[in-house]
């Protein structure tokens, strides 16, 4: 989670799946955050990938919702979640690798 200005506010991790070529995470993430700072926050989803213990981790991927949304989808998704009031709203992104 980041701030308006780019300096984060939280951060959680999901288990490590290993040795699954395509893993599915069916984790949820809580973050505290107070409604008048909605529209000023993004929230950061990055996947990355360790394939050894001797390489470093590699991004395959992200995608952002809230104020710095990577695309019209996540902006939809963000104001839904906005809109939930607490229920929880699922949606599947398309990575970006840039």
Do not use: I
């Not at 107070?34 to 929230?43: D, G, H, T, Y």
Request: charged letters at 25%; glycine letters at 6%; proline letters at 3%.
């Amino acid at each position: 989670m980041l701030d308006s200005k780019g300096k984060e506010m939280s951060k959680c991790k999901t288990a490590v799946c290993r040795g699954q070529p395509s893993p599915t995470y069916k984790e949820t993430f809580v973050f505290q955050v107070a409604l008048f700072q909605l529209s000023e926050v993004s929230l950061v989803l990055s996947v990355f990938c360790r394939r050894s213990s001797m390489k470093p981790r590699e991004r395959l991927g992200w995608v952002s919702l809230g104020l710095n949304s990577t695309g019209e989808e996540q902006q939809t998704h963000w104001a839904e979640m906005k809109d939930a009031e607490g229920q929880q709203v699922c949606h599947w992104h398309t990575l970006s690798d840039t």
